[in-house]
Every structure is written in structure tokens, then in C-alpha cells.
């Protein structure tokens, strides 16, 4: 029988490789911390479901990977906006 905190840590992970989503955007919508997402989806997850983590491991290292041009995107953005009122 899984734990509450292995419940989770399957729920969260389901819900990153369903939605594509960010551990940002899960914790946000789970309504837990980002280090509670990270610590269950690349440590708990992996003893209770190793197919599913290896899934999420997966979207994650994408992620990571692309994390400096979304953070390029949105300063060009936010700059833009600022000339844009001025």
C-alpha cells in the first residue's frame, strides 16, 4: 500500500509528462513547494514507479536544458514592453 507522500509524488508526476508542465507550474498547482515537487518526482518516485519516473526524468532534463532561451524569451519580452510605454 503506497503513503500519502508516494501518492503525490505519482499524481505530480503524471501531471508534469501529461501537461508538459514545469516543476514550477505543478507545485503551483498542487499547492506545494517547488522542492517538494523536485525531492518527490527525482527521489520518491523513482522506488515507487520507475517507468514513470524515468518519463519524468526525461521531460525534466528537457526542461532544464531549454531554461536559459525561455529566460532570454522573457527578457526580450519584458524589455520590449517597457520601450513600448515610454
Given at each position: 500500500?503506497?503513503?500519502?507522500?508516494e501518492e503525490r509524488?505519482?499524481?505530480?508526476?503524471?501531471?508534469?509528462?501529461?501537461?508538459?508542465?514545469?516543476?514550477?507550474?505543478a507545485a503551483k498547482?498542487?499547492?506545494?513547494?517547488?522542492?517538494?515537487?523536485?525531492?518527490d518526482v527525482t527521489?520518491?518516485?523513482?522506488?515507487?514507479?520507475?517507468?514513470?519516473?524515468?518519463?519524468?526524468?526525461?521531460?525534466?532534463?528537457?526542461?532544464?536544458?531549454?531554461?536559459?532561451?525561455?529566460?532570454?524569451?522573457?527578457?526580450?519580452?519584458?524589455?520590449?514592453?517597457?520601450?513600448?510605454?515610454?
Open positions: 500500500m503506497r503513503t500519502d507522500i509524488a505519482v499524481r505530480l508526476a503524471e501531471y508534469i509528462t501529461e501537461n508538459r508542465a514545469t516543476v514550477r507550474a498547482k498542487f499547492g506545494v513547494s517547488k522542492s517538494t515537487v523536485h525531492k527521489e520518491r518516485l523513482e522506488n515507487v514507479s520507475p517507468a514513470l519516473y524515468e518519463r519524468v526524468r526525461a521531460l525534466l532534463d528537457e526542461n532544464k536544458a531549454e531554461r536559459h532561451i525561455r529566460g532570454g524569451l522573457a527578457t526580450k519580452e519584458k524589455f520590449a514592453h517597457m520601450k513600448g510605454r515610454t
